[in-house]
């Protein structure tokens, strides 16, 4: 490498010819405010140059550098005896036990797919699949959370069939199962999409490896594929509102994603890792060697000089701020054993890959870039990474959403026509109907450890050579979060652990992605923070700590926010993977069991908003300490092989959930016969959205043993019916009005909702 | 049994190949492409995955790799050879079994369980199968419709060389069990001497009932059987 020794400490930093000058537009062009700007000029004791402008432009995003979010992201609970890794690392870790530990992360990739739904969702996937394997773990599982406006637009139609395909490309080709995830629809994500991607990887617990640069001396490696000129600033583009000609101007800011290299990248990094010539790995993700580079630098309280004519690049002419701020994919930082730098080259090239020495560890705390042994960026890095200026705002909540809030929904409970024909609506609205048309297009079963695949309320993943599984789930409705932010954010980390619960896992961390506006308006602002006060609560009432997440503020087209909508995945753990629930219905007499209390909450429902088009009313109420003895109870049924079926009600409520057991995967379908007194309106008994209930099926002779154990635990149960022959129908009967239709009927509404949508209408736009 | 499982970059099921190997007893040892020489071993298989990425065309490029030459000899003296939806793609594009594995006809990838009729056992790949079977298998892959002009499909099933096919539930070959658009619902083949097996659907994810099937197994076993029997 060109020489860089101690000695470059002391030499001046001198503007490269033809950088442009650093004037007030230029400061505010790279998205730093004034103050944001005189703490760089604090810091730097001087003009920085345009290198190290773009550097201080890209860390001090919000996307990397967290500025609005970080003193609220503090309030969240992260220890627990079974956390091995908090936040700030790539990927937080668990011991699932037996000697394994599991590596999990949500990420955002809302921006780039907007613009680019293919690519933007695809490289979202990769990643998130660098974030774990940099921990050493192999990637086993993949989530994907998505939100799209409503199916009715051509171009929506054209983001959701694109990030679908771009989701599936990207991991069906890198060989990671797809195990569960969401879909939603709603105007609120119109022009925003939300594509959150989350994956789970497993490790023996001693081959954790950490993303820190120490031992000075040692060398900085990039392996991978080389650095071009794509991606330039996505991290800042990230952190902007979207326009109406985002479109075509920020195109060059979207990555290209190669999932083939990936995987090599993959096999080769496990490999080096096991290996034990590098101390340190970092996945070159927002903000490209800039961030690597820094943050393992501020982590490992050192310092790192790089050489940019060093870097591989794929074309001549680049300059150190390109080469720096590029995001191009599938590329790593490795910070080598001295000595050992031969041995990780030849395990790269083994699997076809370039790695390259491109500088060191030093003593010094400097953030050092040379260009032909010239230094054009010399910036501390701790300051660097963790001196960007955070704010904490003031929070107002909008007149208009509490007046929606607060809204009359007296007449929109009388349904116009029968209470069938609006069940049926419900069942093939987009939202509640399945999701085959998606996770028919990812492999769900490659690496033959897929216990429960899309479909369910959780996926669950077996490890090999032990009776232990791992169940992984992603929630939220943004519609209760936007209505009420507190109650929404409770209600979606209790909607999490149920939907574990329910397949029998122990909820037992959660990683978060925080999807949310532009947090410089006061509401929007009141939004988060309610939030994150919420998931909080919430966390602390289950003993779920935040292991880490990821921040997408700015979701607003034209000025328009989407729902604030922070997704919860959370991860269980499963110790005997034959005691796994099913979630459909398996046999024909078994009682039928409504777990917790059929409420008068209609607020923030899917039948508002399919019959009336209203996203409005009181988000359905949350009892944290009833949920978290609704979780006991259900656990504890699992444990003693009392019950056959569980299932969370969520959107659509109870009626859509006992039809969901009832149709199962469509192949061997149930009927039901059940009937409810309560004294509600029949709407809000069959389609209301309260929170804490599951419904389960069990063999007639453990209904009492089933609701004994639900009164130990202070959860209200009642027998509501029986499984059914298909043949004989379904039908739900409430004190004032009755539901009553062939299975059939049921579960065509149910899976050819999506298929006649996608398949029959053209996606337009792009 | 001793099993070779090729791995090529991009495969992502030599892991669930070697593994389902194991279960029925074989010995299984992961060949890298750039290797060379399959001596010793009884039985080849070509896994499935993407491997270089399916760049230009799935199978187009790894069939160049190095060991495809040991492939192609183990095979010409009677070896018996494996491949599983890349797999089958990589033996066509060798030119070890006739055809080509096209785009799904619903332009999508498609990954499900699948119903496969057993359409002959006297072979070493089906012996512990009836014939006729209905097997729950899965498929994953966005190229697996099989084409072959008129004369070599009229030859596949004139001399019975049509091992699998897609079924519904109940057995029968109908449009509506065809995931892929396939000719003749043709899920895997076998070449003239009946030693190479091109298949998509993937028999060693359905090898534990955990997973939801453990029809994949008596491929593994058949094999085994033979294979101990002979040597």
């Known amino acids: 490498m060109t020489p860089a020794n101690s000695a470059a400490t002391e030499r001046s930093v001198q503007p490269r010819d033809g950088d442009p000058e650093i004037t007030a537009e230029v400061v505010a062009g790279h998205g730093l405010s004034e103050e944001e700007y005189e703490k760089v000029l604090n810091i730097m004791g001087r003009t920085p140059t345009f290198t190290e402008l773009g550097v201080f432009s890209a860390m001090w995003s919000e996307h990397c550098g967290y500025k609005n979010s970080r003193p609220l992201l503090s309030l969240l609970p992260t220890k627990a005896p079974w956390v091995i890794q908090g936040p700030g690392e790539n990927a937080g870790v668990i011991d699932v036990g037996d000697g394994y530990a599991l590596a999990f992360k949500i990420e955002s990739h809302n921006h780039p797919s907007a613009v680019e739904p293919y690519q933007g969702a695809a490289t979202g996937v990769g990643g998130i699949l660098r974030d774990i394997f940099t921990m050493g773990a192999r990637p086993v599982a993949v989530l994907d959370s998505l939100r799209f406006g409503d199916l009715d637009s051509g171009r929506v139609r054209y983001l959701f069939s694109g990030v679908v395909s771009g989701v599936g490309d990207y991991g069906n080709c890198v060989g990671v199962p797809n195990i569960g995830g969401e879909v939603v629809f709603d105007r609120g994500y119109e022009g925003n999409p939300i594509v959150n991607a989350m994956c789970l990887g497993l490790m023996k617990r001693e081959d954790l490896i950490t993303a820190s640069a120490s031992g000075t001396g040692a060398s900085l490696m990039t392996v991978g594929a080389r650095t071009g000129r794509d991606g330039i600033h996505g991290a800042t583009f990230a952190s902007e509102e979207l326009s109406e000609d985002s479109d075509e101007s920020s195109r060059p800011r979207v990555q290209v994603g190669d999932p083939f290299t990936e995987k090599l990248l993959l096999e080769a990094s496990l490999e080096l890792i096991g290996s034990g010539a590098i101390t340190g790995i970092q996945d070159m993700g927002a903000a490209g060697i800039t961030s690597s580079a820094s943050e393992m630098a501020g982590r490992g309280g050192s310092g790192v000089e790089m050489e940019m004519a060093d870097v591989p690049v794929r074309e001549e002419g680049m300059t150190p701020y390109e080469i720096l701020l590029s995001e191009s ?22 699997w076809e890959l370039e790695a390259r020495v491109i500088g060191r560890v030093t003593d010094d705390g400097m953030f050092r870039v040379l260009e032909h042994g010239k230094v054009v960026a010399n910036i501390p890095a701790l300051p660097l990474t963790g001196g960007c200026p955070t704010y904490e705002r003031e929070g107002i909540e909008s007149a208009e959403i509490q007046a929606l809030r607060n809204m009359d929904l007296t007449e929109h409970l009388t349904p116009e026509g029968d209470l069938t024909e609006s069940f049926q609506r419900l069942l093939g609205s987009p939202n509640v109907a399945s999701k085959r048309w998606v996770y028919h297009q990812y492999d769900t079963t490659v690496r033959t450890a897929t216990a429960v695949r899309p479909g369910g309320d959780s996926g669950v993943i077996r ?7 791992v169940a992984a789930t992603t929630d939220c409705n943004g519609r209760f979060v936007y209505l009420e932010p507190k109650t929404g ?6 909607e999490a652990a149920r939907n574990l619960v329910c397949v029998g896992a122990l909820p037992t961390a959660i990683t978060n992605n925080l999807n949310f506006g532009n947090p410089l308006k006061a509401h929007i602002y009141y939004q988060l923070r309610e939030s994150v006060l919420g998931i909080a609560a919430a966390c602390d009432a289950f003993e779920t700590p935040v292991t880490g997440g990821n921040v997408s503020l700015f979701n607003e087209t034209d000025g328009r926010a989407i729902y604030p909508t922070p997704v919860i995945g959370m991860v269980g753990v499963i110790e005997d993977v034959s005691k796994i629930t099913a979630q459909a ?7 039928v069991v409504l777990l917790g209390t059929n409420t008068g909450e209609i607020g923030g429902s899917e039948y508002l908003y399919v019959t009336a088009s209203l996203v409005a009313g009181q988000p359905p109420s949350i009892d944290l300490e009833g949920e978290r003895a609704l979780q006991q109870a259900v656990l504890s049924m699992n444990q003693s092989s009392l019950i056959r079926s569980a299932h969370d009600c969520s959107e659509g409520g109870l009626a859509c959930a006992l039809a969901e057991c009832a149709i199962g995967d469509g192949e061997a379908p149930f009927g039901l016969s059940a009937r409810l007194d309560d004294d509600l309106r029949p709407v809000v008994s069959l389609f209301g959205e309260a929170q804490g209930r599951i419904i389960i099926s069990c063999d007639p002779a453990s209904t009492s043993d089933v ?42 509404a149910y899976f050819d909702a999506l298929p006649n949508i996608m398949d029959a209408s053209p996606a337009t736009g792009g | 049994m001793k099993v070779a499982v090729i791995t090529f970059p991009g495969s992502n099921c030599d892991y669930d190949l070697y593994k389902a190997a194991q279960q029925v007893g074989g010995d299984a040892t992961f060949v890298w492409h750039r290797e060379r020489g399959l001596a010793g071993y009884d039985a080849v298989l070509l896994p499935g995955g993407f491997s270089y990425g399916d760049y230009l065309r799935a199978g187009a490029i790894a069939r160049m790799s190095p060991i495809m030459e040991d492939v192609t000899s183990f095979a010409n003296s009677g070896g018996p050879v494996l491949g599983i939806c890349n797999g089958f793609q990589i033996l066509c594009e060798a030119g070890l079994l006739p055809g080509a594995l096209m785009r799904n006809s619903s332009l999508k990838f498609q990954g499900k369980d699948v119903f496969i009729r057993v359409e002959r056992n006297d072979m070493l790949f089906t012996s512990d199968y009836t014939e006729g079977q209905v ?5 994953a892959h966005g190229e697996g419709n099989y084409e072959a002009d008129t004369a070599t499909l009229e030859a596949l099933e004139a001399e019975g060389r049509v091992v699998f096919r897609y079924v519904d539930a109940s057995g029968e070959s109908t449009e509506d069990a065809n995931p892929n658009g396939s000719w003749h619902n043709i899920a895997g083949i076998t070449n003239a ?3 190479v097996l091109g298949m998509m659907p993937h028999p060693e994810r359905a090898m534990e009932s955990i997973l939801g099937s453990t029809d994949g197994v008596a491929l593994f076993t058949s094999m085994a059987g033979s294979l101990s029997l002979s040597t």
Do not use: C
């Open chain 2, 135 to 139: 097997l729950r298998i899965p498929i």
């Open chain 2, 193 to 195: 001497k009946g030693n």
């Open chain 1, 707 to 748: 609701l004994k154990i639900a009164e130990s635990h202070g959860v209200p149960a009642l027998r509501i019916g029986a499984v059914t022959e298909a043949t004989d129908g379904f039908s739900l009967t409430v004190r004032d009005g009755s539901l009553s239709a062939s299975v059939a009927e049921l579960a065509r």
């Open chain 1, 585 to 591: 219905f398996q046999r024909i007499g078994d009682d």
């Open chain 1, 489 to 494: 954010a409770m209600a979606a980390v209790a």
């Open chain 1, 463 to 469: 490890i090999r050579g032990t009776q232990r599984a």
């Open chain 1, 329 to 350: 994919q599938e590329r790593m930082l490795v910070v080598a054993e001295p000595g050992r730098e031969e041995e990780v080259r030849q395990i790269l090239e083994k």
